[in-house]
């Protein structure tokens, strides 16, 4: 099994950027799809970013342009890079590994999550 932890959350002013990171443990974690959710207050976990293992990339329309996600299969780690942010981008943000090559947007595909790191974006 996959084990996954965050870091690089933190507190940013409204168009400033913050990289998030999620290591990974598990000789077999290029051959998995690693997605990103986030989930605020009150709110249900949504789907933020996802990339193959092939490197394909898919996100949410409110994030198009803005974020990144990447992979360095060497360092068994994915990113989020996070430009331009936005108040309405603060909540837990979570890494999720899918143990299939291709991504899905759904939470109920991935099968192995992280603890989550706090991203605050202050208006």
């Known amino acids: 099994q996959v084990q996954l932890v965050e870091s690089g959350g933190g507190l940013v002013q409204a168009g400033g950027s913050l990289r998030l990171s999620c290591a990974a443990s598990g000789r077999t974690f290029r051959t998995y799809a690693m997605g990103w959710f986030r989930q605020a207050p009150g709110k249900e976990r949504e789907f933020v970013a996802a990339i193959s293992w092939s490197t394909s990339t898919y996100y949410t329309d409110s994030v198009k342009g803005r974020f990144t996600i990447s992979r360095d299969n060497a360092k068994n780690t994915v990113y989020l890079q996070m430009n331009s942010l936005k108040s309405e981008d603060t909540a837990v943000y979570y890494c999720?590994?899918?143990?299939?090559?291709?991504?899905?947007?759904?939470?109920?595909?991935?099968?192995?999550w992280g603890q989550g790191t706090q991203v605050t974006v202050s208006s």
């Open positions: 999720a590994c899918r143990y299939s090559p291709s991504i899905s947007d759904s939470k109920a595909d991935y099968d192995s």
